[in-house]
């Protein structure tokens, strides 16, 4: 059983205002024995957010976590005006062995929203059953047009990946070495986007060749039962609750899916965590 769980965890913000990483190591922990932490809105030196003293969180999560291997995911890196920088991003911790790892600039179309760069993190790990892809990424909240561009990003980084397994390229020394991969893959993370968008549902579309589709987990396992809530769920104040947190798996995957739930009790985050689960 490999158990993967996905959070935007709002840098540690939980509903009480208050920032504090091992609370969300613990609910983790406490909503299963996982495998894969996908983590999105992970921050470094950025003590202007809400409650957040400018910690690495990258490093202190990482300490939190020793059996696993941290993997940083860095979209936003800038100065701090003292000599330092600022950074914020995803994180993929694994209890399985990391081999390669790519981390995919999604686009970043122009436009007049308050917006910022975005990133795919892709790690493959080493599994009983072989080598898995597992990705993670945080869409743009502000605008279509940006969503849009990035789904097309996901999706091209999904072929090019897939076709280098078809086509594997000459093996070299050094830099040129090959690394275990698959065509297997999930992708997690906060899209900020409903289960009905249109754009949403663009990740999924068939591809023109063998590449494998990213089918929604939990339409896989439920049909079309609703998505449970994954954000605003406890606190209303900037709009209704809704879905925007999602698991997508390979059409390979589908039938190994065990469990999707989306935990609905935890306010370490705005965001709900949601659990996938594979018989490997």
């Not at 940083?72 to 914020?88: I, K, M, N, T, W």
């Not at 909240?141 to 940006?146: G, I, N, T």
């Amino acid at each position: 059983m490999l158990r993967i769980i996905t959070w935007n965890i709002q840098w540690g913000l939980g509903i009480d205002g208050t920032v504090d990483l091992p609370r969300i190591v613990d609910e983790a922990h406490a909503i299963a024995d996982f495998d894969v932490l996908c983590l999105q809105e992970v921050s470094d030196n950025f003590s202007d957010l809400k409650g957040n003293g400018g910690a690495n969180q990258f490093a202190e999560l990482a300490r939190l976590l020793p059996a696993f291997t941290a993997v940083e995911g860095v979209a936003l890196d800038v100065p701090d005006g003292a000599g330092g920088r600022r950074r914020f991003g995803n994180m993929i911790l694994s209890r399985l062995p990391v081999a390669q790892v790519l981390r995919y600039t999604l686009p970043w179309e122009a436009a007049s929203t308050r917006n910022m760069p975005r990133l795919l993190l892709e790690a493959v790990l080493e599994g009983p059953s072989g080598p898995l892809r597992v990705i993670t990424t945080h869409l743009e909240y502000s605008a279509d047009k940006l969503r849009r561009a990035q789904v097309e990003g996901i999706r091209e980084a999904h072929r090019t990946a897939c076709e280098r397994v078809a086509m594997p390229r000459e093996d070299g020394p050094g830099t040129y070495a090959l690394f275990p991969t698959s065509a297997s893959a999930v992708l997690t993370g906060d899209f900020n986007m409903r289960p009905d968008d249109p754009v949403k549902q663009r990740i999924s579309e068939p591809f023109d060749n063998e590449v494998p589709p990213l089918l929604d987990a939990w339409q896989v396992a439920h049909g079309a039962r609703p998505h449970p809530t994954s954000f605003r769920l406890f606190d209303q104040s900037d709009g209704p609750p809704h879905c925007c947190d999602f698991m997508f798996v390979t059409e390979d995957l589908g039938s190994r899916i065990s469990r999707v739930d989306y935990n609905q009790t935890t306010q370490a985050s705005d965001h709900q965590p949601v659990l996938l689960e594979l018989d490997l």
